[in-house]
């Protein structure tokens, strides 16, 4: 598969009065044409900051890109001209959030916001602008798309404003949609609805989906491939199957076994002991060693490099490259 | 259900809240029918989940179990008593009986407030003890959850999101409580957070026998921690079964449609399952559909369902509120 996006060694640093932090560290992944690929992991994980850093959406200051590549058709992102850029943004690779009532203006019309994209990225006149917009609104599965187009997004519920971003982010049928938690502020049964569309349209368009999420029930349902990132760095990459069935870091097994509330003892959960380490105070070595049932005194001095561990399994411990678990 | 009523530490009957909506002048005054009906029975040491969507009534619901909201009719039975019309400083004493824990441990801590004054607050509303002894529980409370007492002299910011509902739990337990109210308690944490607050809810009930009604969203969740399971959706129960039986099989088209939309963490299952996705949204509480509120997305809806509301009956060993329920062969399966 050829790949329409390459990361190489990004690193995403902010500068804060409390010291530097490394919100994203060494992160290389590669998104194919027409895959989904999962980057997973809990809050301060960098997955959300890595999905921001593709478009340069990094506010500077106090954010920086301080290294690495973003190869997206060829073209390294990083150092295209702002114009380049873009053309690059809401046309090539589109993007939506989380909440869709923090990302859509208020006070205009979903038909002039679906618009401006088109006006953009396609240079369509009014007419043709309002006849497109009615039809990616029926494509996204808004019903009655001629009255919704006319009106505000305070109008809409929740479902409804997503799949008004979806139309967005479709109007100029990109090569590549980030989508940054797109169903967590909804409820599972549109949820459903959600991910459904996002399925079938990627299928209809050949598109190629990059998800950023914490839930790994969305993961098992929608990507071919999974990153797990934990305190801005990857642990561990895998395909669905390899994650789910055979996870080899401990801390992708302690995340899995809490998302399907397995019972070990009793009637009791495993649980993963301590917290999500503080950027300002970020433990020696490996940074999930103070919570891991089986570190060794070596993980607490250097940090594991990822190696792989099989073909297409790349794991960051020094346990799991040991031997087979 | 024929539970021995000396068994039921809290229980709901018939309850109602709407809210009135802002209106014009000369347009009629309108509610929205937050809950329309609810009853159940919790018992000593037992939990019961409520399980639904946004606007389902299930934080009114808690709300006005703990008298933080006034409900517009039933009644509120507590230990025995009716709760529903007592008065302000009636209420305090009864609250020693009913705690609450809240979704979320940013917003439901007081930041100047050390830790030690959190927990110890309860302590010195509802009993006379001298400082020196609150000190003394507030440390053995602390440990009870699982923090070093220490923490006593600390602020909420010093603590990350899990230590925080810690407290949160910590300051409800404070009065030896019968019934907890746990909204959504770990659904601010992270994944790796949550298995640690529901160990030690469920320790806690082990030990002191505490009842827990356990509002969530998160089905996978509820499976695990409850003894009983109710869905609701638009102000009323739509079933209410064992948690095992809810295993087994589903009745109600709307417990079918939602426990079949939430994503499990295993692609295997998943793709064996059949999701039913509903369609559109959940209708405005203001104007709930006639007749079953649930017709407007429900896939095997009748004519009759328009026309009459089904009440909450009884099929086999739970309570459906669906006319058809429990009939051979409904409902067929989706094409």
Same mark, same amino acid.
């Given at each position: 598969?050829? &790949?329409?996006?390459?990361?190489?060694?990004?690193?995403?640093?902010?500068?804060?009065?409390?010291?530097?932090?490394?919100?994203?560290?060494?992160?290389?992944?590669?998104?194919?044409?027409?895959?989904?690929?999962?980057?997973?992991?809990?809050?301060?994980?960098?997955?959300?900051?890595?999905?921001?850093?593709?478009?340069?959406?990094?506010?500077?200051?106090?954010?920086?890109?301080?290294?690495?590549?973003?190869?997206?058709?060829?073209?390294?992102?990083?150092?295209?001209?702002?114009?380049?850029?873009?053309?690059?943004?809401?046309?090539?690779?589109?993007?939506?959030?989380?909440?869709?009532?923090? &990302?859509?203006?208020?006070?205009?019309?979903?038909?002039?916001?679906?618009?401006?994209?088109?006006?953009?990225?396609?240079?369509?006149?009014?007419?043709?602008?309002?006849?497109?917009?009615?039809?990616?609104?029926?494509?996204?599965?808004?019903?009655?798309?001629?009255?919704?187009?006319? #009106?505000?997004?305070?109008?809409?519920?929740?479902?409804?404003? #997503?799949?008004?971003?979806?139309?967005?982010?479709?109007?100029?049928?990109?090569?590549?949609?980030?989508?940054?938690?797109?169903?967590?502020?909804?409820?599972?049964?549109?949820?459903?609805?959600?991910?459904?569309?996002?399925?079938?349209?990627?299928?209809?368009?050949?598109?190629?989906?990059?998800?950023?999420?914490?839930?790994?029930?969305?993961?098992?349902?929608?990507?071919?491939?999974?990153?797990?990132?934990?305190?801005?760095?990857?642990?561990?990459?895998?395909?669905?199957?390899?994650?789910?069935?055979?996870?080899?870091?401990?801390?992708?097994?302690?995340?899995?076994?809490?998302?399907?509330?397995?019972?070990?003892?009793?009637?009791?959960?495993?649980?993963?002991?301590?917290?999500?380490?503080?950027?300002?105070?970020?433990?020696?070595?490996?940074?999930?060693?103070?919570?891991?049932?089986?570190?060794?005194?070596?993980?607490?001095?250097?940090?594991?490099?990822?190696?792989?561990?099989?073909?297409?399994?790349?794991?960051?411990?020094?346990?799991?490259?040991?031997?087979?678990? | 259900?024929?539970?021995?009523?000396?068994?039921?530490?809290?229980?709901?009957?018939?309850?109602?809240?709407?809210?009135?909506?802002?209106?014009?002048?000369?347009?009629?005054?309108?509610?929205?029918?937050?809950?329309?009906?609810?009853?159940?029975?919790?018992?000593?040491?037992?939990?019961?989940?409520?399980?639904?969507?946004?606007?389902?009534?299930?934080?009114?619901?808690?709300?006005?179990?703990?008298?933080?909201?006034?409900?517009?009719?039933?009644?509120?039975?507590?230990?025995?008593?009716?709760?529903?019309?007592?008065? #302000?400083?009636?209420?305090?004493?009864?609250?020693?009986?009913?705690?609450?824990?809240? #979704?979320?441990?940013?917003?439901?801590?007081?930041?100047?407030?050390?830790?030690?004054?959190?927990?110890?607050?309860?302590?010195?509303?509802?009993?006379?003890?001298?400082?020196?002894?609150?000190?003394?529980?507030?440390?053995?409370?602390?440990?009870?959850?699982?923090?070093?007492?220490?923490?006593?002299?600390?602020?909420?910011?010093?603590?990350?999101?899990?230590?925080?509902?810690?407290? &949160?739990?910590?300051?409800?337990?404070?009065?030896?409580?019968?019934?907890?109210?746990?909204?959504?308690?770990?659904?601010?944490?992270?994944?790796?957070?949550?298995?640690?607050?529901?160990?030690?809810?469920?320790?806690?009930?082990?030990?002191?026998?505490?009842?827990?009604?356990?509002?969530?969203?998160?089905?996978?969740?509820?499976?695990?921690?409850?003894?009983?399971?109710?869905?609701?959706?638009?102000?009323?129960?739509?079933?209410?079964?064992?948690?095992?039986?809810?295993?087994?099989?589903?009745?109600?088209?709307?417990?079918?449609?939602?426990?079949?939309?939430?994503?499990?963490?295993?692609?295997?299952?998943?793709?064996?399952?059949?999701?039913?996705?509903?369609?559109?949204?959940?209708?405005?509480?203001?104007?709930?559909?006639?007749?079953?509120?649930?017709?407007?997305?429900?896939?095997?809806?009748?004519?009759?369902? &328009?026309?009459?509301?089904?009440?909450?009956?009884?099929?086999?060993?739970?309570?459906?509120?669906?006319?058809?329920?429990?009939?051979?062969?409904?409902?067929?399966?989706?094409?």
């Amino acid at each position: 598969m050829s &790949a329409v996006l390459e990361v190489e060694e990004l690193a995403v640093r902010f500068r804060t009065t409390r010291g530097t932090v490394n919100a994203v560290d060494g992160l290389s992944f590669r998104v194919g044409e027409g895959e989904t690929v999962a980057l997973v992991g809990e809050s301060g994980s960098g997955k959300s900051t890595a999905a921001l850093a593709l478009l340069r959406l990094i506010a500077d200051p106090p954010g920086r890109i301080a290294a690495g590549r973003i190869l997206f058709e060829g073209r390294d992102i990083l150092g295209l001209r702002e114009d380049e850029l873009r053309e690059v943004r809401g046309g090539r690779i589109a993007m939506i959030f989380q909440d869709p009532m923090m &990302a859509l203006n208020p006070v205009y019309t979903i038909e002039r916001q679906v618009g401006e994209v088109l006006a953009l990225h396609a240079g369509m006149g009014r007419e043709a602008r309002a006849k497109e917009v009615v039809e990616l609104l029926r494509l996204v599965g808004v019903p009655a798309p001629e009255e919704r187009a006319k #009106q505000y997004p305070h109008n809409l519920s929740g479902g409804m404003r #997503q799949r008004v971003m979806i139309a967005m982010a479709l109007a100029c049928k990109p090569k590549l949609l980030i989508a940054d938690e797109p169903t967590t502020a909804l409820d599972v049964t549109v949820q459903a609805q959600v991910l459904d569309l996002i399925q079938s349209l990627k299928d209809r368009f050949g598109m190629a989906v990059l998800l950023i999420t914490h839930d790994l029930g969305v993961v098992a349902e929608t990507a071919h491939r999974v990153i797990v990132m934990y305190a801005g760095r990857k642990v561990e990459e895998g395909t669905t199957a390899q994650i789910f069935k055979d996870p080899r870091h401990p801390y992708t097994k302690g995340l899995l076994e809490a998302a399907k509330w397995e019972e070990v003892d009793g009637a009791m959960l495993r649980e993963i002991p301590g917290a999500v380490p503080s950027p300002f105070d970020m433990p020696r070595g490996c940074a999930f060693s103070p919570r891991c049932g089986v570190a060794v005194p070596r993980c607490r001095e250097s940090v594991p490099p990822l190696v792989e561990v099989a073909p297409g399994r790349p794991v960051a411990c020094f346990v799991a490259q040991e031997g087979p678990s | 259900m024929s539970e021995g009523r000396a068994d039921v530490v809290l229980e709901a009957v018939d309850l109602v809240k709407h809210f009135p909506v802002k209106h014009g002048l000369f347009q009629p005054a309108r509610h929205v029918h937050a809950l329309d009906g609810v009853s159940f029975a919790l018992k000593r040491g037992e939990t019961l989940a409520i399980v639904g969507e946004s606007g389902c009534g299930k934080t009114t619901l808690a709300k006005c179990l703990m008298r933080l909201d006034e409900p517009t009719g039933g009644r509120v039975v507590l230990l025995g008593d009716d709760i529903t019309h007592l008065g #302000q400083g009636a209420l305090r004493g009864l609250r020693r009986r009913m705690q609450i824990v809240f #979704q979320d441990p940013y917003a439901s801590l007081n930041p100047r407030w050390s830790i030690g004054s959190i927990v110890g607050d309860p302590i010195r509303l509802h009993e006379k003890v001298p400082a020196a002894e609150r000190r003394r529980r507030v440390a053995e409370l602390l440990e009870t959850v699982g923090l070093d007492p220490g923490y006593a002299d600390r602020h909420p910011h010093e603590l990350s999101g899990g230590q925080r509902q810690r407290v &949160a739990i910590a300051r409800a337990l404070a009065v030896n409580p019968s019934v907890i109210i746990c909204d959504e308690p770990v659904s601010a944490l992270d994944v790796s957070i949550q298995a640690q607050v529901i160990n030690l809810l469920k320790r806690l009930q082990a030990k002191l026998g505490i009842a827990y009604l356990f509002i969530s969203h998160n089905l996978a969740l509820v499976e695990h921690i409850s003894d009983r399971i109710a869905v609701m959706y638009l102000g009323q129960v739509v079933e209410l079964a064992d948690t095992r039986s809810m295993r087994r099989e589903l009745l109600h088209p709307y417990s079918k449609a939602l426990f079949s939309a939430a994503p499990v963490a295993d692609p295997d299952a998943s793709a064996r399952r059949t999701r039913i996705i509903l369609s559109g949204d959940v209708p405005s509480p203001v104007d709930p559909p006639s007749g079953c509120r649930f017709r407007t997305r429900c896939p095997w809806k009748q004519p009759r369902c &328009a026309a009459e509301s089904p009440a909450l009956r009884a099929v086999g060993d739970r309570l459906v509120r669906c006319h058809f329920a429990g009939e051979p062969g409904f409902p067929a399966p989706l094409a």
